[in-house]
Structures are given as C-alpha cells and as structure tokens.
C-alpha cells in the first residue's frame, strides 16, 4: 500500500505501521525472548520473518519492517557487539589504525537477512509491504565512537570533521549500502535509513560533513530502485539540513515538532511518515484519539502522508491500545 501511495495510486485509507511493532511489549515476542536472544531472533532467518509478521498479524498494520538491528553491520566491520541490556561495541576507536583494522564486508555476509526478507514476503499480503531498514552512516559511526549508546554522544562531538571521522564514515557508508544490498537482492521495494543521531551536532556541519556520505546511502538504495524513507531525530535546523538530501521518497518525522512545521520548514514538497508521540499508547483511549487526530490535522495539505509514530513503540504500551490505535487511524484516515 505504501509503494502504491508513492506511485501516485489511490488508496482507501491513509497507511498505517509503527517504528518498533515488533518487540518486548507484545506477549508473543517476550515468549520467544525468553527461548532466544535478541541477536538469535536477529541471526535465524525463520525466528526473524516470524517475529517480523507477528504485529501485522496481530493488528493489521500495513507494512512490516524487517526485525533486525542497526548495530549488526559494526560485527561484519570486525567489532564485537553485545546487549547488557544496551548496545556496547568494543573495542573502541579512538584514531585512524583503529578504523584502518575495520573492513567492509560484502553483501553475502548478511545472508541470513536476505533469507529472512524472502520468508516473510512468501506469507506477506500482497497489498501490503516490507520494509528493510539500516542505521544512517552518522548514526552508526556515532555508536561505533562512543562504544555504544552514550548519552550525549561526547565522542562524536570531539571527532567531527577530523580525518578519523571521514575516515569512519566513509568505511560505514560503504558497509550501510552492502546491508541493504542484501535485503534488495530478496526483493524488498521500501527502505528506511534510520537517523536517530542526526540533531547530535550542529546543523551546518551535518550539511557540510555528513550529508553527502547520507546521500551516496540514499543514491545506492536509489540506484537498486528501492522507495526511501528517511527517518531523523532533530529541530528546525536538523530539518532543514536533512531536507536537501536527494531521491528520499518519505521524510519521516519525529515528534519534537509537527508534520505542518516540517513541511513549512522545508517548502511543501515532500511526503511526510509520522508522527504519533508514542508516549500517547500508553494513555487511555481518549488521548489516543486526540493524539491521532491532532497528526491527521497538522497532515492535511501534504503531498502525501503515511501513519507512524514520532519514534518506536515503547515497551510499557498495553497491546489492546495499539490494537485500538490502528482501527481508529484507519476509520479516521479513510478516503
């Protein structure tokens, strides 16, 4: 439905997915969890297509994102990877040997996401879609210097701009497109970049830094003729430097500032996934409704939009109000 919207095909309702469907708040996925880790479900093919469907089998989404993790490229560069409970990536990197010791690996060394995307577009509904995912280049490179997800992020802040981190970045870039080289060649049509880190450092250095290793990201998913969505965290100024990237079919918007704000920062021209505060799942249904929609009402106007929230679904949310969120996103953005 999704790729259809980007066609310029009429839909009957405004389509909906969340970021994090798949996850811990769902007795299903905690039930696995409790059989295997989370880089087992990552690394098995069957476990991942099965925890990839279960949300959309469960509340009828409209598209189904790839269960996987944006860190899983750093351990194919020759890092290890491990989750207590969060990402710690060792060993650190902290001047250029360390980052000549990385290598890029090659798309057949992610081979288990090439299986997994093809088992669930076996048992996916045609009308609807699958969608693979990586870390942006800046994201992932500021993991990879802060050794996993250190607040305020002081590593990358210290390094940007300096030979290592170009040099970083430009090892990254290359292993983020052989990421998602291995989910194209399985047949999925929809991409996201994720950008979590993108409002970390200043505006005018991401423009002049980082944007142009994001968009050789952007022109290689382009080039496999995939839909882009580009998904960042950050103010008006993050938006508009993230705006100029080229070839990105969706913008995917947090929820620090609305969808109207967004597309009037950067001249009505894009369309716009987002931006649900998920913090609002797990309120009751009346917050629910006007959280919904206030979104539909600062949508209306745009070129096109897809239902998302402003981030993942938190762990806390009860699954009966996501259950209730997308019927009533669906009532409420029928066409």
């Known amino acids: 439905m999704i790729v259809d919207l980007l066609d310029g095909k009429k839909t009957d309702h405004t389509p909906v997915w969340f970021m994090r469907q798949a996850g811990r708040y769902m007795a299903e996925y905690r039930a696995m969890k409790e059989k295997y880790t989370f880089i087992q479900m990552c ?40 989750y207590s409970p969060g990402p710690v990536i060792t060993p650190r990197i902290t001047d250029k040997s360390g980052v000549e010791r990385l290598r890029i690996p090659a798309p057949e060394e992610f081979g288990y996401l090439r299986k997994a995307s093809a088992g669930v577009l076996e048992e996916l509904p045609e009308e609807k879609d699958l969608i693979g995912f990586a870390g942006a280049p800046l994201t992932v490179t500021a993991y990879i210097l802060e050794g996993g997800a250190a607040a305020g992020f002081s590593m990358l ?46 505006a005018g250095q991401y423009s002049r830094d980082v944007l142009p290793y994001t968009q050789k990201a952007v022109d290689a998913a382009k080039s496999r003729g995939l839909k882009v969505i580009y998904f960042f965290k950050g103010g008006e100024g993050t938006a508009r430097a993230v705006s100029a990237l080229k070839g990105v079919d969706v913008f995917s918007v947090d929820f620090s500032h609305s969808l109207a704000e967004f597309d009037g920062f950067t001249g009505k021209r894009h369309v716009l996934q987002g931006n649900l505060d998920p913090g609002l799942l797990t309120k009751d249904r009346d917050s629910i409704m006007k959280g919904i929609d206030a979104v539909f009402k600062s949508a209306k106007g ?19 109000n996501v259950a209730f969120a997308v019927d009533y996103i669906k009532k409420a953005g029928q066409k």
Request: hydrophobic share 50%.
């Open 43 to 82: 690394k098995t093919p069957e476990l991942a297509a099965r925890v990839t469907l279960q949300p959309v089998k469960r509340f009828g989404l409209d598209a189904a994102i790839l269960f996987s993790d944006i860190l899983l490229p750093v351990e194919a560069m020759g890092l290890n990877l491990n």
């Open 157 to 202: 802040q210290k390094t940007a701009g300096s030979e290592i981190f170009f040099a970083l970045m430009d090892k990254v870039t290359q292993t983020v497109i052989q990421y998602m080289t291995a989910q194209a060649d399985a047949g999925i049509r929809l991409f996201q970049f994720f950008d979590t880190w993108a409002g970390a450092i200043d």
């Open 302 to 320: 745009l070129k096109g939009h897809i239902f998302n929230l402003g981030h993942g679904v938190l762990q806390t949310t009860p699954e009966a």
